[in-house]
């Protein structure tokens, strides 16, 4: 499976497929737990992140990844929040991480919103606005790759609508791959797709051929609802 | 690249250390304890257990510490039989009844009782309640329990100066808010549809308590006790003061007794090495631990027991009693 | 005629079985209010009498000199108060590291054989009294040094404490979210940032409010510390030194047949308990806050 850059790719399947597991082994988030294993090459410009001498904390700075449940942290203040990966890090002085996260918040589509409330905490603001918060957080780190685990399924319509309209921006400077079970949302905001079964990629490719003519007799099944 | 893995190494190895020492420190202890009471053991064999004799003048050292089992052991029954029904009514008092206005203040009460420094509860005990034992209440026992046969032969003898049964109540006391704490959590536990199906059916509190929540606490409250246990048979100070510090062995509960932890503390000072008394003292401790071993181990079986009976989840006694309440 | 007898007689019946019934629940209810006279009672007992009989100790005295010589009045018990501070003090400086790094093992990599054992002997060590533990740092560390010392007393109260601690923390940092984890791991952190920077600071007040559960226990502990450190009547700021303490005055003081040392042992009393109480009410009112901020 290739994630063409500067594109979104959407992984669809019904629950329970492994979707949010493979997603994991891209940024190695699936090794942190425990028992879990992976085989196989993950290739991020053109160097496979489980190389032996790969840190995988390196990887995770440069894939990024935003979670279904909004998790801010909730010790800290919005603006702390967008620049958590930055300051958590450190070597960057005060005022360019606060320039870098005003810039995170810009890109999440978040600024305007908070610019006025930027030390109130994290878990003040709305489901949907804690999520954009999340996703600046994650951008602020300027990774080079998106993954993004159903980041809508616990937002109202309006929330969704908004990040998906996000996601048409970002595209332009990332690479997004999203995970997503709701089909009509891989066909609303997603270049390619990929259909996922039983733990197994059934097939791969833009998405309005997915959609209207697939290749799979199993991916025709799922895109037409005949079962999920 | 390696920096993290070196970061997490570290913090990982470092705080793994202060876990495993943990285990280091139970063996240490067990390890000193055991090295240091086998010369005792070792002269008196058995006979450590069983002898009646206690000793330690030089010369004629004998060292048998029957007479501190059997006082530790009658304390701690005493204590159990006080505390253990007061326990279990105020754990239901205090998750079945809703009256608000009394309860959360009780609850936070029998916490903080649980907070009461065992000295304090020493000096109290020797100034206000052995006196009030001494002069009232024991004499009272003795004209009225202690007139009905067979069970009256505990409640006669001299009621002055400090004994068994003073003991076994102030530890009553001391033990309450820890059986009344776990108790309430193994109630609390039973699911609310076994007490609404009850009370549908038109059940009273009692016949609720008693058909639908106690038969599934009972392994609970069992367990309660048991950890209360653990806690009067280890507990030292308040005990020492009120026990009267006697060797006999009898039915009376109100003749001065002793306690193993209570001798300890009364004669580590005096324990030399030239002869075994330091390691009688040791040995003592040893049996104390094993005995607190024990405990621990019975204790979460019945928890668990209850717990299983109810939903096979987790046992509440174990996920949130306060570790912080623990053995004096 | 005979049917309404006989629903009479049933009405009757039942409405019988009903008093019965109605009596036994009554008295149930009594049963259990009683026992709740009967735990508040000595919790109010106590604490009156102490602060009755400790208040009149109290005086400028009492906080800044030593005993006064046998057979004179007057006099404080300074020595207790330093003691105090000294044994505790280094007891918390050894066990809040052991134990927070320990219930942080056991909660952020604890998943293992190793740590289910751990947590087993943390149980045993809880359960084991605590004079138990007085006996070994006295076998070990006043036998060897040949001297008792308010460094074994603070030894011995480590002993108790560090499991404590280390348990506490363990089921605090475990109420954290692991989405907060994840979160902070995607971003590139490694993990032990990722606890020390995240995870810790959102447990925050819990694991405050934990050490000073253990403290305050620590406070009271009377037993361990009488092997180990002894007690003295002079102060002593000296860690190798055999140091007084206020659990130890009060039990010294309670076994004199000395009317004076009585009264001063009640204030004794008064202190220890106000202390004691003061930080288990505080670590309460901190934690109830807590609990209200995460829902």
Known sequence: MVAQPRAVTALIGPSGCGKSTFI????????????????????FDGQDIYAPDVDPVEIR?????????????????????????????????????RERGEEALRGAGLWDEVKDRLDEPGGRLSGGQQQRLCIARALAVEPEVLLMDEPCSALDPASTFRIEELIEELKADYTLIIVTHNMQQAARVADWTMFMLLGEMVEVGVTSKIFASPEDKRTEDYVTGRFG | MARSRLGDRTFRGVSALAAVGLLGLLGLMLWVLASGGSRAFAKFGFGFLTGRNWNPVFGREQFGA???IFGTLVTSAVALALAVPVAVGLAILLNEVHSGWLRDPLAVFVDL????????????????????FDHRVEPFLTKTVGKVPVIGALFRGNPNGGDLFTAGVILAIMILPIITAVTREVV????????????????????????????????????????????????TIAVSLVVGNGLGIGASLFR???????????????????????SALLALAVVLVAIALVMAALSRLFIRRSAKLISGGPPAGERERPAIQVAR | MSASAAGLRRTAASVHLSTRRKAKDRAFTIFLWACGVLAMLPLLFITGYVMAKGLSALNIDFFTKEPAAPGQSGGGIVQSFIGTGLIVGMAVLFSVPLGLLAGVYLSEYGNGKLASVVRFVAEILLSTPSIVAGAFIWAVVVVALGSFS????????????????????????????????????ALGLPRWKVILRVVIPTAGAGVFTAIMLAVARGLGETAPILLTALGNDFINVHPSQPTDALPLRIYEYARTPVASQHAIGWGGALMLLLGVLLLSITARVLSNRQQRRTR
């Not at chain 1, 967008?82 to 360019?96: D, I, P, Y």
């Not at chain 3, 404490?161 to 954290?176: D, F, Q, S």
Request: aromatic share 8%; net charge positive; charged share 20%.
């Open chain 1, 24 to 43: 994991r082994c891209l940024n190695r988030l699936h090794e942190e737990v425990r028992g879990a294993r992976v085989s196989g090459k993950v290739l």
């Open chain 1, 61 to 97: 700075r440069r894939i990024g990844m935003v979670f279904q449940r909004p998790n801010p942290f909730p010790t800290m203040s919005v603006m702390d929040n967008a620049v958590a990966g930055l300051r958590l890090f450190g070597g960057l002085g005060r005022s360019e991480i």
């Open chain 2, 66 to 68: 029957l007479p501190f």
């Open chain 2, 113 to 132: 009782l649980a907070a009461i420094p065992s000295v304090v509860y020493g000096l109290w005990g020797l100034y206000v309640m052995k006196p009030l």
């Open chain 2, 188 to 235: 609390a536990v039973v699911p609310r549809d076994l007490r609404e199906a009850a009370k549908a059916l038109g059940a009273t509190r009692y016949e609720t308590v008693r058909y639908a929540v106690l038969p599934y606490a009972r392994s609970g409250i069992v367990g309660a006790s048991i950890l209360g246990l653990g806690r009067a048979l280890g507990e």
């Open chain 2, 256 to 278: 001065p007794g002793f306690t193993i932890p209570a001798v300890i503390a009364s004669e580590f000072r005096e324990a030399t090495n030239i002869g075994v008394h330091r």
């Open chain 3, 150 to 185: 308010a460094f074994a007393g603070a030894i011995a109260l480590t002993v108790i404490m560090w499991p404590i601690i280390a348990r506490a923390t363990e089921e605090i940092l475990r109420l954290v979210s692991e989405d907060l984890r994840e979160g902070a791991l």
